[in-house]
């Protein structure tokens, strides 16, 4: 694959005198986007919270249980309803991974994951916050409430 790269980098010079080669740019352009991102205060705290969420959703293998219950629910009715189409592919179970630090792909599939899976997500909150230790009650209601 290197090699590919380094021979279609060398057959573009080769063709254009003035273009030139950054080592690692999509690393280097990601690196900039989040550090911007995090420089502007309400980015910064909408990355907080879904941070919050994804800790405290998917920090116990019971509360990770609930959610996939929960979307296994959604998923089900939606198919009874005839909202939801079912077929080879679809209907994939979805998850919320940690967000990395420097990773801008996995913020986007974070999010995209949390759009597509978000009133089950919210099912396992409002579970939480019935049945959870205080401290967790307390992180559930500020990212219910955006007290941040």
């Known amino acids: 694959m290197q090699d590919d790269i380094n021979g279609l980098k060398n057959l573009i010079l080769k063709e254009n005198k ?6 690692c740019f999509a690393h280097q352009l990601q690196l900039t986007l989040v550090t911007v991102a995090k420089n502007h ?9 879904v941070s919050n969420l994804v800790t405290v959703v998917g920090g116990s293998c019971k509360r990770q249980d609930a959610l996939r219950d929960a979307q296994f629910a959604k998923i089900k009715e939606e198919l009874q309803n ?4 079912s077929g080879q592919g679809l209907n994939q179970e ?3 991974r940690r967000l990395g630090d420097t990773r801008w792909k996995l913020y986007y599939g974070t999010i995209l994951n949390l759009i597509l899976i978000f009133s089950a997500v919210v099912n396992v909150l409002e ?3 019935e049945d959870g230790h205080s401290d967790q009650k307390v992180e559930v209601r500020s990212i219910m409430r955006d007290e941040y």
């Open 18 to 23: 003035s273009a030139f080669y950054v080592h």
């Open 41 to 49: 205060i309400n980015i910064a705290k909408f990355f907080y919270v």
């Open 82 to 85: 005839g909202v939801r189409r």
């Open 94 to 96: 979805t998850n919320l």
């Open 127 to 129: 579970i939480i916050e």
